[in-house]
């Protein structure tokens, strides 16, 4: 099992950037396909990003796509998301998850592991 704790949320002016972490509790964190999620008010929970267990795939969701980085390193049990030119559609709540199923992983009920989610809220 797994447990996940994101942090670094925060309100951040159009234009600027944010670096969530998602810490994993547990030995087999490099066994996991990882994934960055959100969800807006009103909205369904969407895919974000995903990176495949060695951290050599990544995919992004085209709204994200060349702002957002995803990265882990699994001596650290740590998935990250970098958010640059954050816009204010990009306001939500932050989750990372955990899936023992393929990298390129999009569907939310895929995951088998979420963290409690990270507030980001970008102002115009």
């Known amino acids: 099992q797994v447990q996940l704790v994101e942090s670094g949320g925060g309100l951040v002016q159009a234009g600027g950037s944010l670096r969530l972490s998602c810490a994993a509790s547990?030995?087999?964190?490099?066994?996991?396909?990882m994934g960055w999620f959100r969800q807006a008010p009103g909205k369904e929970r969407e895919f974000v990003a995903s990176i495949s267990r060695s951290g050599g795939t990544t995919y992004y969701a085209d709204s994200v796509k060349g702002r957002f980085t995803i990265s882990r390193d699994n001596a650290k049990n740590t998935v990250y998301l970098q958010l640059n030119s954050l816009k204010p559609e990009d306001t939500a709540v932050y989750y990372c998850?955990?899936?023992?199923?393929?990298?390129?992983?999009?569907?939310?009920?895929?995951?088998?592991?979420w963290g409690q989610g990270t507030q980001v809220t970008v102002s115009s």
């Open positions: 998850a955990a899936t023992r199923g393929p990298p390129i992983n999009v569907v939310v009920t895929a995951y088998d592991y």
């Open positions: 547990g030995r087999t964190f490099s066994g996991y396909v």
